[in-house]
Structure formats: structure tokens, C-alpha cells
């Protein structure tokens, strides 16, 4: 088994910020059933004269260790942040912030940070805001790669929809 | 601290018996088996004599039984032996969809090098249908490899149907039975199996000694050349030591046989019903009955394999999963797959598997600790009712 450090192991103990925001400002779900990892960011904006802060961040994920310490520590380093500030954190600050992670679990740092993306995408487009080229480049790359996931593995799907015990 | 160890389908410890039995070979009669002076000769008559206890177990000639390092050598050599010493009769193979990835990967293998592998499906308990693998052999069938004891959820084929059929139609028939030998019946002869893989540290045997039993008509090539031992089939040095362990260990397990899988069927069903009625949501992969003795797999849909084996092994408990995560591929157990289980089934399953030293104890310490863990991560997840 791969060795975690001992952040993620903490992180993945007592997870932060875990669970839903009722009515959230913005949702991001991101990852996928067919490959083991599912992540749920909800964030809540309080918007004051000249900034808005994301005063509330909460996350629910289905996925290994990494997944469930990447969801969590990403929810520490975005609280009480500005929306540009949040938009700024890369997956390197997560796998920073985690003392590194193992190389096969590079990719759940990368659904953290695309969770944040989709959230804050949802909050702006609801808020009928402007999204920068940036943002609306990874929700497009984001949405090609799960209709990618989604076609190689159709049958796989049809399974999981037939029910949570399908084949019983 | 607890430190409950539920993964004896992984590997087992050496019996303290057999440890005692093997000593004497690493610094007393350390000779090399095909020498010819005294030291050498001493190795070779304790390794044959070795042989013919592996043999007897399964019925088998002492000269039908050849010595690898693991079974995932024995099962290389199986195929492909076969395949390339066959190969003037047919080119088509066929393996059940639950072969374990030595199988699997070794009918790739030959795949992509002029041979053509069928798969066969498994139902949803994880049992191959006889009379569709009747139907899939035709001419050119050299090879049909099955799974006795599936590793992962259990399962138990029906070798004797299965040995009829390929022996009706003439062609060979390979179990790999690295779960199964030793801890359950199996006569090659009655059951007309020609190659059976078996392995010493699934038995309270040293890892690094396996064997293949090859019928003594079988045409089989060897994969590995060189000094011609093992009757020409597998140049290498034998593991004297191991090979010695291994027989002991197989005796062992052979002489309690009845009695321990009585304990362990006890203990298993126990923890079957405990975890299926105490955590919701829940159901058992493989054959009710006709499995293992000592494997327990189990889906917690909501929940990922890998978080659970790593939350239950801060509480003490060592089991584990089929799940992507866990993999070095991130791909989820192809033997979940094939029978049928949903993405979250794959991903949520545990396999927890008991063995000579499992107390009723460690069950309803398990029992008591698993529930709590399972809320935790369904507490987690998004998909929670």
C-alpha cells in the first residue's frame, strides 16, 4: 500500500468542514462513480462593498485516503478567503499543505482544485457574473472528461443506475 | 493495541512447526540437490521425499509434481508451456473472467502472440457455466484454466464437472487451486485435472516455493532453461529450505482439515450475518455456500474499499479491498466486475479473510468496531441515504 504522510493521515482522521451547505452560493461536483473518486464542494459568499469572501466551505467525498484528506485540507486553505484568492490555489498548494502525496494520488489533489473551480463557477454563474477565460476553460475541460469517463464505461453506468444493489 | 490479522487469502505466517522443520536446510544439509557428493544427495532425498508428500495430497504421481517459486510462476508455466509445446494442435485457450491477474495477464500474453484466449463469464456467485464453456471448445481448444478457490470472493468451481468435459473433448484442463490445495479435496485423477497449481504461503508455508502438477501425458514446454532440474520442465536451483517447508506445512494443513474448516465455516458464517445484519446496506460477493471456508467479501455501497481498510487498520484490523484505490492500475477488481457489481459495489468491497489463528474474539471485535467506521465514511460521502 502506498505510504501517506502524516498530514493526509490526520487530515483523513478528522476530516475539516465535512458534510453540505444548505442552499449553498455555490456547488462543485466533480470526479466520477466508475473511477472511485466523487467530490462535493459547497461554499457560501458573503459579499461586502469590495470584496467577497468565502466565509463557509464544506465538503462531502466518496474516495480513498488522499481523496478525503485533499477535500479537506482544500476546504482549510480556501475558508475566509477572497473569490480571486481562492481562484489562485493550485494543486501544488494542496499537495504543499499535505507534505506531499504519494505519485499514483497525484490526481486527487487535481479533483480538489477542479471541485473549488466548479463551486466558484456555479457561484458566478448564478450571480449572472462574468467568468474569466481561465475558469470557463477548466469547467469545459472538466465537463469533456467526464462525458470521456461516462462513453468508455456505459454499460458499467447502466449498472449503477439499475439501483444501489443492481445486481441483486 | 489490537493487531488482528484478517488477510491469510493474502499470505499466511509460517507455522512455528514447520519453521523447526525447515531450519536444519539452511546451514546443515545446504547442499545443492543435483550434486552428486554426500551434501548434495542428503537435499535431494529430503526434497523428493517432499515431493511425494505434495503429491499424495491431490492423488498425483511424486513424478507429476514440479517445484517453482510461486504460484504465479507455476501458473506462467502452466499456460504458456502449454501453449508453445502444443501448438502443432490448436492455438485457442480459454480461462473463466475471475483468473487471477498470473493467469490473466499470461493469456494476454499469448494473445498478442498468435494465440486466441476466450473468456469465459461467470454468473453472479461467481460460478463459470459448464455447458457454456462446452460450447466455446472447438478444434483448435488446447488449454481450459479455471480457478478452483476464487482470491478474492471465495468461490468454489466444480472441478470434477469441469475435468469431464475437457476430458471428453480432449483437451487439457488447469485449476489453479493456490487458495484451495491442502484445505480442500481434491483428487486429480477422480476429477481428471491435468495441471494444478498449488502454493506453500497460502498454508502456513515459507513464501518462494509453489508447485505445478503436469500429468504425466501432458506435452509441456518450460519457460525457464538452463541445468535441466526439475525433470528438464524448470531450471533452477531448487529452494530446498522452502520446497522442505512447504510439505510440512501442506501435511499440516492436510491432518486438521476437517476439523479446521469446521471452525472456520462457524467463524465465517458468523461474521457473514453479523456485519449483514448490523450495518445496512450491505451484501455478500461470491456463493453463499459453495465458497471458501474462509473468505468473507463484503460490497458497503456509500463507502470506498481503501478508506475502510485504512480506518480499520488504525483500529487494529488488517483485511482488504477490491477497490481502484488500492490498485497499482486504479482500475477496480475485474473479478468484481465480472460478476456484475455496480462501480460502488467494486469500489466499497472488503475482503476479509480468517485462518489458523483467528479467535472467535477477533470476530465480534471486528463485529463491534466495523459499524462505526462504515457511519463514518457514509457520513462523509455524498451519496449517503
Redesign the interface.
Known sequence: MSTYSKQVINHFKNPHNYGSIKKPDGKGIVGNIICGDVMYLYIRVKKTKDTEIIEDIKFETYGCAAAIATSSVITDLVKNKTITEALSIKKDDVIKSLNGLPPIKIHCSLLAVDALNEAIYDYLKGKKRKIPIELEKAHLKIKQERQKTETRYSDWVKAEKGGKNGHR | MKSIYFDYAATTPVDPIVLRAMLPYFSKIYGNTMSLHEFGRHAHEAVEKSRSTIARIINAETSEIYFTGSATESNNLALKGVALANRHRGNHLIISAIEHDCVLESARYLSRNGYAVTILPVD?YGLVNIEELESLINEKTILISIIHGNNEVGTLQDLEKIGRICRNKKVYFHTDASQSYAKELIDVKKMNIDLLTASSHKIYGPKGAACLFVRKSVLIDPILHGGGHENKLRSSTLNVPAIIGFAKAAEITVKSRNTENQRLLKLRDKLISGILGNIK?T?LNGHPTKRLANNINISF????G??L???LD?AGIACSTG????S?T?E?SHVL?A???????A?GSLRISLGRWTKESDINYLLKVLPAIVKKFR?????KN
Open positions: 453472479k446496506d451484501y455501497p456509500f463507502v470506498e481503501e478508506s481498510v485504512m480506518q488504525f477497490s481502484a484505490c488500492s497499482t486504479l477496480p466486475i460478476l456484475g457489481l455496480p462501480p460502488q459495489g469500489h457520513r462523509i460521502s455524498p451519496f
